[in-house]
């Protein structure tokens, strides 16, 4: 049974007509190809003037494309790995490596689940301090070997349990950021439903950051940014136009690097076309990777996070942003003198030792 969100009334009428239609015993005189016109022609029209509240509610719709389903059909020979070697296995977000078009690569994606006990076993997609720190381990790892890593962000946030923060929540999502960032192999960022708070930050801090085209990316929940503001969730829409989540809003404020086109009508209407957008997009990302050496990789990474909000701020050209550059004049003309200072002390002590004791 298809899910409608509550914008979709008309859609959802179309297609209780088409299913009709498709009866052999029906004798209603209304064709069936102007039906499906019909249908297509009003999915394109709602699906090209959605706001930011209804766009955030096609990225949470619950048929769609989860982390598992982009995992087992786009990768060959995944072998998950588990746990953090400090606490416990998270299930909200499952890693292992595997083969991409026969290079080997590390994949994270963060499940929500997709029925009401998987949902609960994966915690809804909300990751514990042990994820992020089996993330870290993951990391680390593929960074000895050289493995590119590709992540799949899917969750409204961290977990916000007491269990979680006793453990160290802040700390492990502050680590995460901070393997991410220091990684020395290609990372690519794939934003496929919602990308919530740090708990998507934790993960996304990576040389290409990608989102679906309705997908969101945010600090907060529209609702939780409303009811902060203006102390009543109901102003979420006012708050989801604020905080410019969406996909097209993130590329202008070069937040993120690409968006990969959704069929119409969402991810969840064509999950063979949303699959072969996305396997496109990965095999070109690694592709552009592949003729840098290790430092050009983390600088372009570390430049890309310190532009951003700089281009109508006080640099000029932030294209010349040099703040990684390591200023070593001083230090090259110390290194320069650095014998001449130890001649000459060791000269003075020579003669010290001459005064005294001859």
């Known amino acids: 049974m298809k899910n409608y969100l509550n914008f979709e009334t008309e859609i959802k009428n179309l297609e209780k007509e088409l299913d009709k239609l498709k009866d052999p015993y029906n004798q209603s005189g209304i064709s069936k190809v102007e ?11 709602i699906y090209t003037n959605l706001d930011p509240w209804e766009i955030t509610l096609v990225a949470r719709h619950e048929d769609r494309p989860k982390s598992k389903f982009f995992i087992d059909n786009l990768f060959e020979n995944f072998i998950p790995l588990s746990g953090d070697r400090f606490y416990g296995e998270d299930k909200s977000v499952i890693a292992g490596f595997a083969k991409f078009q026969n290079q080997s690569v590390l994949i994270i994606g963060q499940e929500k689940g997709d029925n009401l006990e998987s949902r609960i076993e994966r915690n809804f997609g909300m990751m514990r301090p042990e994820g992020y720190r089996k993330t870290i381990r993951l990391m680390q790892l593929a960074d000895k070997f050289k493995i590119p890593i590709i992540s799949l962000i899917d969750t409204p946030g961290a977990y916000p349990g007491v269990g979680a923060e006793e453990r160290g929540q802040a700390e492990a999502i502050a680590k995460s950021i901070e393997c991410c960032m220091n990684l020395r192999v290609p990372t690519i960022s794939i934003i496929i439903g919602e ?12 040389s290409r950051v990608i989102m679906f085209e309705n ?3 945010s600090v907060i929940s529209p609702e939780g940014c409303a009811t902060i503001l203006w102390r009543d969730p109901k102003k979420m829409l006012d708050a989801a136009k ?11 404020l070069k937040i993120i690097d690409e968006i990969i086109a959704e069929p119409v009508g969402g991810a969840h209407r064509d999950k063979n076309l949303i699959l072969e957008n996305l396997r496109v997009s990965i095999s070109k990302n690694l592709e552009n990777f592949k003729n840098l050496s290790s430092e050009e990789i983390i600088n372009q990474r570390k430049n890309k996070f310190l532009k951003i909000g700089r281009n109508k701020g006080f640099i000029d050209n932030p294209e010349s942003l040099s703040a990684l550059k390591v200023n070593t004049d001083n230090l090259s003309k110390i290194l320069k003198f650095k014998n001449y200072y130890f001649l000459a002390g060791g000269v003075m002590l020579f003669l010290l030792f001459l005064f005294y004791f001859l």
């Not at 990308?195 to 990576?206: D, F, H, Q, T, V």
């Not at 604020?242 to 202008?252: C, G, H, R, V």
């Open 35 to 45: 039906t499906e016109n019909e249908l297509n022609n009003k999915l394109k029209a």
């Open 195 to 206: 990308g919530g708070s740090g708990g998507a930050i934790a993960l996304a801090s990576s």
């Open 215 to 217: 997908a969101i990316y």
């Open 242 to 252: 604020a905080m410019k989540l969406s996909a097209q809003d993130l590329l202008d």
